[in-house]
């Protein structure tokens, strides 16, 4: 797969999410520390790490459902600086799917006070569509949601999330429960949402498969950043080896 990349560190004048000095500490233990991150408009970048590496804290950090030290601005064109607006799709969502609830009544709950029991106005039917068209998915807003493939509901969350069109789009875990061919064409559609929108895109992964193939910039994280660079870069650096093979061998026997 070929995507589009903004390369480079330098702003330039254009609009960018920077987190300074983060750090979080909970119930005594020391989460997140210094931790450093710069992630341009029109850029996709993974967030890789082992478990308890600290990315859902970030995530949470960013959303602002979680204390912190340190700084979290967004960068607009121009030197502006505000609060970033973030959409955030979750990893895998439970819910029972033997309920009767329907794409169209999920986006409805969720943006609007509009009883259930009453049938749903042409305006906010169409509305429901124009944001499904964000994502090429007008033809699911009547489809139950227990009918839908891993692929389709995260086309249905990432809809969802970019309802207001945000600064920033997180996706936790995207790949997961998807498949090979789902996960591709997930791919392709970040991709065009990064062009169209000028989205800054920050996911996490623990997929390192085909990070070349779609990431702008790779983040290794334990506690704090360790190595930030191309996929390439990261993968073959002496941090990234460190990190994950300690990871085996504590998970040996």
């Known amino acids: 797969m070929s995507v589009n990349r903004h390369s480079g560190d330098g702003?330039?004048?254009a609009c960018c999410l920077r987190v300074t000095g983060l750090g979080v500490v909970a119930q005594g233990k020391t989460?997140?520390?210094s931790l450093d991150l710069h992630v341009h408009c029109g850029q996709i970048v993974a967030l890789i790490g082992p478990n308890g590496a600290g990315k859902s804290t970030l995530?949470?950090?960013i959303l602002g459902?979680?204390?912190h030290t340190g700084s979290i601005e967004f960068e607009r064109s121009g030197g502006k600086k505000t609060r970033p607006l973030v959409g955030y799709v979750p990893q895998s969502p439970a819910f029972d799917?033997?309920?009767?609830?329907s794409v169209l009544d999920l986006f409805v709950a969720a943006g609007n006070a509009w009883p259930a029991f009453l049938p749903v106005p042409k305006g906010m039917r169409e509305k429901v569509r124009q944001c499904l068209a964000r994502v090429h998915g007008e033809g699911l807003m009547d489809q139950k949601l227990g009918s839908l493939s891993g692929g389709e509901l995260q086309r249905v969350l990432l809809a969802l999330a970019l309802e207001p069109l945000p600064h920033v789009l997180?996706?936790?875990e995207p790949f997961s429960g998807v498949d090979v061919e789902g996960e591709l064409r997930l791919l392709r559609l970040l991709d065009e949402v990064r062009r169209r929108f000028d989205l800054s895109i920050l996911l996490s992964?623990?997929?390192f498969s085909n990070l070349a193939d779609y990431a702008d910039k790779v983040v290794l994280m334990k506690e704090t950043v360790l190595k930030v660079g191309t996929p390439r870069e990261v993968m073959d650096s002496p941090e990234f080896a460190a990190v994950?093979?300690?990871?085996?061998r504590e998970g040996e026997g």
């Open 11 to 13: 702003c330039q004048g």
């Open 31 to 33: 989460i997140l520390r």
């Open 59 to 61: 995530f949470k950090a």
């Open 65 to 67: 459902q979680q204390p």
């Open 97 to 101: 799917r033997g309920e009767p609830i």
């Open 170 to 172: 997180m996706l936790d």
């Open 205 to 207: 992964t623990h997929d």
């Open 244 to 248: 994950f093979h300690l990871r085996l």
